[in-house]
T-cell receptor, first 114, second 110 residues
Framework: NAGVTQTPKFQVLKTGQSMTLQCAQD?????MYWYRQDPGMGLRLIYY???????DKGEVPNGYNVSRLNKREFSLRLESAAPSQTSVYFC?????????????FGQGTRLTVV | DAKTTQPPSMDCAEGRAANLPCNHS???????VYWYRQIHSQGPQYIIH???NNETNEMASLIITEDRKSSTLILPHATLRDTAVYYC???????????FGQGTRLTINP
């Protein structure tokens, strides 16, 4: 089992460029999440998807869009990258709380916007 | 949405028990307490969770007070590899959202 796979692992963008971060999970989880983590800080929720076909804003959604392509895949798009979006981005998947099934995280995408 | 409070940092000697506190004074009856940790710059890793009763697994023990307003994660014999940021999270039954706070940076010293 691969768990949660994120691509790419590293990316450098110029200000104003666009890109899509890809995330796929093979655990048949309903919920998927995108977080960003700035240096020395905790994880902040950008968007999440409780099930296929639904998405909701998290704590810091501005400047991002998401697509829940199917149950396996949840992508994060930066339409016009800004230096403030330089961060490490983590994708995660889980079932709802109480099922005993914990959340699993990908290894992160390190994005630098210059 | 992160309603838990944790100390920003703690130190512990290698081989000793590390006890990490978490306050969740507004927790409701159907909310679980989850613990995750993040080693260096890796993705967070699940440790343990509980509702009312104390829990133990191969990684740690979770002690929840009777009033459920606080809990303690115990790493019984800390090693250098346990150096990480530890996050305590409330999560209600059926909740889909998963929000992290700032966590506790635990440093295990040789």
């Amino acid at each position: 089992n691969a768990g949660v796979t994120q691509t790419p692992k590293f990316q450098v963008l110029k200000t104003g460029q666009s890109m899509t971060l890809q995330c796929a999970q093979d655990m048949n989880h309903n919920s998927m999440y995108w977080y960003r983590q700035d240096p020395g800080m905790g994880l902040r929720l950008i968007y999440y998807s409780a099930s296929e076909g639904t998405t909701d804003k998290g704590e810091v959604p501005n400047g991002y869009n998401v697509s829940r392509l199917n149950k396996r895949e949840f992508s994060l798009r930066l339409e016009s990258a800004a230096p403030s979006q330089t961060s490490v981005y983590f994708c995660a998947s889980s079932e709802e709380a109480g099922t005993g099934l914990e959340a699993f995280f990908g290894q992160g995408t390190r994005l630098t916007v210059v | 949405d992160a309603k838990t409070t944790q100390p920003p940092s703690m130190d512990c000697a290698e081989g000793r028990a590390a006890n990490l506190p978490c306050n969740h004074s507004t927790i409701s009856g159907n909310e679980y307490v989850y613990w995750y940790r993040q080693i260096h710059s890796q993705g967070p890793q699940y440790i343990i969770h509980g509702l009312k009763n104390n829990e133990t697994n191969e990684m740690a023990s979770l002690i929840i007070t009777e009033d459920r307003k606080s809990s303690t994660l115990i790493l019984p014999h800390a090693t250098l590899r346990d150096t990480a940021v530890y996050y305590c999270i409330e999560r209600g039954q059926g909740a889909q959202k998963l929000v992290f706070g700032q966590g506790t940076r635990l440093t295990i010293n040789p």
